[in-house]
């Protein structure tokens, strides 16, 4: 059964690089597409973009220029950067597993949630 | 792309059933068969319960369904139980990327 898991800093500061990692395991991150969600404190979800493991993205129009999704198939992982971040960003992190063929996210990890302050 | 509009809480009674609606445009919801729904409890990551309009993941009761007509889909939820009460996200395609609906409490009176 696949499980992922986030990691990277829990506080930015504005103006910088968000930067997270999801650890993929119990599966390979390879023949699959992978997503980033996110959910501010209190709102709802956010799609920020997807990857397959070849490296292909697509990413939300709103957030695109600042987005960047990569693999690591040999660490069987995923990365999320976001740049010039504000408070606005300040939000949990999810990484799924993404079914492009049906359109679902699932799992997800459990979350991580990343504070933009000074 | 704006957010899918979704009531902000609905609540029913033990047993009996409810209905959330998820309003789009036919650049997503009326576009795609690709129309999902999440239910999330509090501290808890998204469920998968409804994909493509109308399937159910194994796993998930048949007192769970979905529909679609026109730009607008839908979650029902029959035979209302304590655990059903949760936070639920319909989630669009639309051209190369996805959109989340604003979400809806599900609250049991």
């Known amino acids: 059964q696949v499980q992922l898991q986030e990691s990277g800093p829990g506080l930015v500061k504005p103006s910088e690089t968000l930067s997270l990692t999801c650890s993929v395991s119990g599966g390979s991150v390879s023949g699959y597409y992978w997503t980033w969600v996110r959910q501010p404190p209190g709102k709802g979800l956010e799609w920020i973009g997807d990857?397959?493991?070849?490296?292909?993205?697509n990413y939300n129009p709103s957030l695109k220029s600042r987005v960047t999704i990569s693999m690591n198939t040999s660490n069987n992982q995923f990365s999320l950067k976001l740049t010039s971040v504000t408070t606005a960003d300040t939000a949990l992190y999810y990484c799924?597993?993404?079914?492009?063929?049906?359109?679902?996210?699932?799992?997800w990890g459990q979350g991580t949630l990343v504070v933009v302050s000074s | 792309q704006s957010a899918l509009t979704q009531p902000r809480s609905v609540s029913g009674s033990p047993g009996q059933s409810l209905t959330i609606s998820c309003t789009g445009t036919?650049?997503?919801?009326?576009?795609?068969?690709?129309v999902s729904w999440y239910q999330q409890h509090p501290g808890k990551a998204p469920k998968l319960i409804i994909f493509?309009?109308?399937k159910r993941p194994s796993g998930v009761p048949d007192r769970f369904s979905g529909s679609k007509s026109g730009n607008v889909a839908s979650l029902t939820i029959s035979g209302l139980q304590p655990a059903d009460e949760a936070d639920y996200y319909c989630?669009?395609?639309?051209?190369?990327?996805?959109?989340f609906g604003t979400g809806t409490q599900v609250a049991l009176l």
């Open positions: 989630c669009s395609y639309a051209d190369r990327h996805y959109v």
């Open positions: 036919s650049s997503d919801v009326g576009g795609y068969k690709y």
């Open positions: 493509e309009v109308t």
């Open positions: 799924a597993m993404y079914d492009w063929n049906e359109g679902w996210f699932d799992p």
């Open positions: 990857i397959f493991y070849r490296g292909d993205t």
